[in-house]
């Protein structure tokens, strides 16, 4: 039977595999909303951790934002790799990244961008919910999975997959981008250019978006917001909620279908209203899981938090050939 399984607190002791003793990576974590980086030791300890908000201007300012986080988080240290997991598309091969929430970068060649400024650093590219599921199932709530999707909650939705062991990217970098799958045919355009995406449902602002168009008011309004007036009860919180778990249950769903999963993880923001997410998403899963090895699957939140992103990064960093 499908299970949703309740939130635990993040555990990141376990080790990054690969690399030598002592020896750091930079990892750095690009999303919509914030771009992140840190240094990464073999055993999954962070230091230099530092944070910036994603700029909205053009291309350069953004370049600039991602350099002075990098610097920040740095300082006057070398590393020899370093791994980036950036909000998707991508193209894998040729280090370029198109992120549907960072409207200025299209074909972004992010990976040279970085290397050049390490002084030729090798630098592994992938999704950053490919990054997170790559912490979640080595040293996360995906430990001792063998089909796993890990999936990014936020400010879009996105979506890796690790199967047998081994990261399924795909010719591109881009599978199991389960965020652009489309569950409702009549649904709202998406960024992306296609229209009832799992994110025009599930997203942050998506659910903030649909709640403030159906009477919610809030002097700030967000997702955090969003979730503490559904917490007391107040309908169209409730009912922005539920709207969104049907459309991530009608996602996973379809995704365990098709790759015969047994767990799926849950970060980014909106997990960490796990509390207000739970209740909905285990009713809308028993609705759309059907089949019984698809009603088999776990939904777990991420044990990883806001970490997910830059350990899998860096886990990759140290051992590229996991991709």
Request: glycine content about 16%.
């Amino acid at each position: 039977m499908t299970g949703v399984v309740p939130a635990t607190a993040p555990d990141t002791t376990g080790a990054v595999a690969g690399g030598s003793p002592g020896t750091a990576v930079l990892a750095v974590d690009i999303g919509g909303t914030k771009l992140a980086a840190a240094l990464v030791e073999p055993d999954g300890r962070l230091r230099g951790h530092a944070v910036r908000p994603t700029p909205r201007g053009d291309t350069e300012e953004v370049w600039a934002a991602l350099a002075a986080v990098v610097g920040d988080a740095l300082g006057e240290e070398t590393v020899t790799a370093a791994g980036i997991g950036s909000a998707g598309p991508l193209d894998a091969v040729a280090g370029t990244v198109s992120p549907v929430n960072i409207r200025s970068w299209r074909g972004f060649p992010v990976r040279d961008r970085l290397a050049a400024l390490l002084g030729g650093t090798p630098v592994t590219l992938v999704n950053d919910a490919v990054a997170g599921a790559v912490a979640e199932y080595r040293h996360g709530a995906g430990r001792g999975s063998r089909a796993m999707l890990g999936m990014v909650v936020s400010t879009g939705v996105g979506g890796g997959l690790v199967l047998d062991g081994r990261v399924y990217a795909g010719p591109t970098g881009n599978a199991g981008h389960v965020g652009h799958t489309v569950v409702d045919l009549n649904g709202e355009p998406c960024p992306c250019g296609s229209r009832g995406c799992v994110e025009t449902l599930t997203s942050g602002p998506a659910m903030v978006r649909w709640a403030l168009g159906n009477g919610w008011t809030h002097s700030a309004p967000d997702g955090a917001a969003l979730a503490a007036d559904a917490r007391t009860g107040h309908p169209v919180a409730v009912a922005a909620f539920e709207r969104a778990c049907r459309g991530l249950a009608a996602g996973i769903a379809s995704a365990a279908a098709l790759c015969d999963l047994d767990r799926v993880v849950i970060g980014g923001g909106v997990s960490r209203s796990w509390d207000v997410l739970e209740p909905p998403l285990v009713r809308a899963m028993r609705d759309y899981a059907g089949l019984a090895f698809v009603r088999r699957v776990t939904v777990v939140p991420s044990e990883l938090g806001a970490e997910a992103g830059l350990l899998g990064a860096a886990a990759l960093a140290h051992d590229p050939e996991f991709v």
